[in-house]
């Protein structure tokens, strides 16, 4: 058998049919949702935009060479791609967090209100949408409070500056999450949709078919959440006056990133903008509003590779953590007199 002969029969199937699998189904459903989305913001701020109708311009737009080249860029990639280590890591604290919290919410329902006597059975479509929204609802909610005690607790947020040091953003600016961050982000999302999905075990709906009208509602949330790759890009989108009432436009999102002081602390939301309304973190920036990406006083510049990103958020707590047993143990020491 030849080398052609083997590669024809051996690795040129084994590809097809890897390739079969990514774009069939749920799998292939969601790629294609993935890039439709981005196509969509892609055209729009396109369109809205000063740049040249042309190919070159529309090539400039979407992949603008002085965001390519930035060394911010270039650490995203290589964070990025560092990242896939880590991920195995990033399951077990969700569930860990989800499977307690919800046991919990069951057990606290239980002796305060009686053990069920019913067991537990199917959602019908309908309480399975009103499940999907309130499980929604719980996870936003829980990413928003976590995002707000990164920006109030200095421990944390010596952590979340590895996010905001990008200066420049390209997508899998997403991921520019130090691995501990992520580990306790991932512990903290499971508790409020853990005790949401408990109270709803509690009352005999068990959603064990997670579909709706024949989707995943998995897919559902991921559909939502990949707006989260383009609000990490320069694509100032918009949702317009009053989805952006509602939903936390890219463009909102951007203004977190912005160095400006008057940015500073706004616009925690993932999805919703509703939270930032209700508990006053929200700045609406001006139409078409440009920001200068990364940390206060220049900070930023020191992570700008992929050793420092890992390593200098634990430098920094340490010595938060030394600076801090420092001032108490000098506050217990009682001043003496001749």
């Known amino acids: 058998m030849s080398i052609h002969d083997a590669l ?63 060394p911010s860029a270039r650490a995203d990639l290589l964070f990025w791609l560092s990242r896939r280590i880590f991920m195995p890591l990033l399951v077990l604290p969700t569930a860990l967090s989800t499977v307690t919290a919800g046991h919990t919410a069951y057990s606290l329902l239980g002796y305060f209100v009686g053990v069920p006597q019913h067991a537990p059975g199917q959602l019908t479509p309908w309480l399975l949408v009103a499940f999907t929204v309130t499980m929604f609802l719980a996870y ?5 409070t976590y995002h707000l005690l990164q920006h109030r607790v200095p421990i944390l947020w010596e952590l979340h500056k590895v996010h905001h040091s990008a200066e420049v953003m390209v997508g899998v600016t ?31 709906f068990d ?31 918009s949702y317009g006056r009053w989805l952006n009432y509602v939903l936390l436009c890219p ?33 609406v920036p001006a139409p078409d509003e440009d920001f200068a990406f990364g940390l206060p006083e220049g900070e930023a510049g020191e992570y700008q590779s992929l050793v420092r990103l890992h390593i200098l958020p634990l430098k920094k707590i340490a010595r938060l953590i030394r600076r801090r047993s420092q001032q108490r143990a000098g506050g217990l020491l009682v001043p003496t007199t001749d």
């Open 8 to 70: 024809s029969g051996g690795f040129w199937a084994w590809l097809l049919n890897e390739a079969r699998f990514h774009i069939s189904g749920t799998n292939g459903l969601m790629i294609l949702t993935f890039w439709g989305v981005l196509a969509f913001a892609v055209v729009l701020t396109y369109l809205r935009s000063s740049a040249p109708r042309s190919f070159h311009g529309l090539l400039a737009h979407v992949l603008p060479p002085e965001t390519l080249r930035h």
């Open 140 to 144: 936003d909610l829980s990413y928003y």
């Open 174 to 204: 997403k991921d520019r999450v130090h691995p501990l961050d992520e580990i306790m982000n991932r512990w903290w999302d499971g508790i409020i949709p853990g005790f949401t999905y408990g109270i709803w075990l509690y009352f005999a």
């Open 207 to 237: 959603p064990v078919e997670l579909t709706i009208f024949g989707l995943n509602v998995y897919f559902l949330r991921n559909t939502v959440l990949m707006m989260d790759f383009v609000r990490h890009t320069h694509l100032k989108l």
């Open 251 to 283: 463009h909102y999102h951007q203004l977190h990133h912005s160095v400006a002081r008057h940015h500073w602390d706004k616009n925690f939301g993932l999805t919703l903008s509703i939270w930032d309304r209700m508990f006053g973190t929200l700045v």
